[in-house]
Each structure stands twice: as structure tokens, then as C-alpha cells.
């Protein structure tokens, strides 16, 4: 079996120290590599109950202007980040997956929406510049 292609659990320690399930996956069906790191929307909403629906709301802008929210995305572009240190990438994206409908015009994208439904971490030269989403 191959490794890559598994899930990996584990517990994220998140900002202000609230631990949740999280699932990393590397690899995806067509054998191409992709890390998907993944909460549960219940983990996260225990973890910050008075971030409300805007973990999972998307397309309206409150996801967007909700501090907690920001702040795990945050977090997430810092994860993404420090990947890249060891393993550079083509493209992260921050986001719910229902977010991600569409990937294809993500992925080849050639610059950074003005509009963002989810984070960019575009790589550039030797470093990531972290987009945050606008909606």
C-alpha cells in the first residue's frame, strides 16, 4: 500500500490552544501530489463557539470579516508556509471545501484574484505570499 495515499490523524493545536481533530492526506487518486490538511467543521465550531456559521459560510463575507476565522486561516498559511521551506509547492489554497468547487480554475490560475471565496499562498521566488480570502 502506499504510503502517501493514506490518512494521517492527528490533533492540531490551533492559536489560542484549543486542540481538534485534523486529517492530512498527500496523495490523490491520479497519483499526483497534494497535501489536504482537513477540521472537522464541529471541531472547529466547539473550538470557537462564537464564531457562529461563519466557519462554514462562504460566498457572503462574514467567513471573511470574522476574527477567529481569520485567525485559524492565519494559521494555516503559517503551516502552509513552513511546508514550503521543506517542500516547495505550486500553489495553497485556504478555504472550506465547498469553497473549492471548481478547482481547476484555482490550480490555473495565473494571478491572485481580487476577489478571493479562499486564501492563496502563491508562491514567489523563494518565498509565499499569503492572499487571505475577500469573501
Known amino acids: 500500500m502506499d504510503p502517501l495515499a493514506q490518512l494521517t490523524f492527528g490533533l492540531a493545536h490551533l492559536p489560542e490552544g484549543a486542540a481538534v481533530p485534523g486529517v492530512l492526506t498527500m496523495r490523490r487518486d491520479d497519483r499526483s501530489d497534494w497535501l489536504d490538511f482537513s477540521f472537522s467543521v464541529q471541531a472547529l465550531a466547539r473550538a470557537y463557539p462564537d464564531a457562529g456559521n461563519a466557519l462554514w459560510d462562504s460566498g457572503t463575507g462574514h467567513a471573511a470579516r470574522n476574527p477567529q476565522v481569520r485567525q485559524v486561516e492565519d494559521w494555516l498559511a503559517s503551516l502552509g508556509r513552513y511546508i514550503f521551506t521543506a517542500v516547495p509547492f505550486g500553489l495553497g489554497l485556504i478555504g472550506s471545501e465547498s469553497d473549492l468547487d471548481g478547482l481547476d480554475a484555482f490550480v490555473q490560475a495565473e494571478e491572485i484574484p481580487d476577489i478571493r ?19
Open 117 to 135: 471565496p479562499v486564501g492563496y499562498l502563491w508562491p514567489e521566488e523563494h518565498r509565499v505570499l499569503y492572499s487571505p480570502r475577500t469573501v
